[in-house]
């Protein structure tokens, strides 16, 4: 394992495609249009959009050709799909600021251990990954005990920033933008020494924060430090939650927990890197049975 502050492979861009007039528009479609007829639609636009957007096609075949030891032909295949699932779930995404929140049938396993941590005084903290619909259950898992704190990119469209706050205000969520400097660091520690929830996609990093290099999938890729040393150092549990699509209208949510049993004579570096460890097997866990659901369209891996 080592430290980067920056990485010489390819960053994601930060924020949501579509600008935000497509993004308003399909969220008027939704509200009149079933959402079958936009999926039979989307089919003809995928393969365009996989030639158009190569890079992002290529990386996700690598992944499963270097990854997943596919043949060529099934990495093509799989490729395929991968980009057709996520444009159900984008899709989905949009459907739900549109109002059709109820379309959606979500199953939820292992729900009691989020809602022990609900229920106790300390803070702890929500990770996720670029992995089904990951927004699915910040509608879903609600607290009516604490606040609920979510770091996103201040980059994001204002489109989606602005149906993310209207769809997420009932839940009792503030939304902390990832800045350059340190400021969302700070708004993170407040949180949780007051008690309160912090929800963080943690697969990705840019170009300021501070990874560390790990064994994923048969290969080497960063992961941001800095959610997992807020946990060490306030000394908090910490869970990960996945929410893949499973059906045409069905979501089935994981939670899983990350806290192993930790010597107490462990520094905070080595606290941190063991909950990063965990993230991972769990990460990994829910890859290898849905691989299709992976969507993080650039050069991940380093080797």
Not at 193 to 213: F, H, W, Y
Request: charged share 20%.
């Amino acid at each position: 394992m080592a430290n980067n502050n920056n990485s010489s492979k390819a960053k994601w861009q930060g924020h949501t495609g579509g600008g935000n007039f497509g993004q308003k528009a399909l969220v008027l479609i939704l509200r009149i249009v079933p959402l079958r007829l936009i999926y039979c639609l989307m089919a003809f636009v995928v393969p365009f959009y996989i030639v158009f957007a190569n890079k992002r096609y290529r990386a996700i075949y690598h992944y499963f050709r270097n990854h997943f030891a596919y043949p060529p032909f099934k990495a093509f295949v799989k490729t395929c799909y991968n980009h057709f699932i996520f444009g159900q779930i984008v899709i989905d995404r949009f459907a739900i600021f549109a109002g059709k929140r109820n379309v959606f049938d979500i199953e939820i396993e292992n729900y009691d251990c989020f809602d022990r941590l609900n229920n106790n005084k300390e803070g702890f903290i929500i990770t996720s990954a670029h992995i089904g619909n990951y927004e699915i259950a910040g509608y879903m898992l609600k607290s009516h005990n604490k606040q609920f704190n979510t770091l996103v990119y201040a980059s994001e469209t204002l489109t989606v920033s602005q149906n993310r706050v209207e769809m997420m205000k009932e839940n009792n969520i503030n939304l902390i933008p990832i800045c350059d400097d340190i400021s969302h660091i700070l708004a993170a520690s407040v949180a949780l020494q007051n008690g309160e929830i912090l929800s963080a996609v943690v697969d990705r990093t840019n170009d300021s924060s501070k990874s560390i290099e790990c064994s994923f999938l048969n290969g080497k890729a960063d992961f941001p430090v800095g959610v997992f040393m807020l946990a060490a150092t306030f000394n908090v549990e910490m869970i990960a939650v996945f929410s893949v699509k499973v059906s045409y209208n069905k979501y089935k949510i994981f939670i899983k927990h990350l806290n192993p049993d930790l010597p107490t004579t462990m520094s905070k570096q080595q606290k941190a890197e063991q909950l990063i460890y965990s993230y991972i097997a769990h990460t990994e866990d829910i890859l290898k049975l849905f691989p299709e659901q992976w969507f993080n369209f650039y050069d991940f891996w380093k080797d």
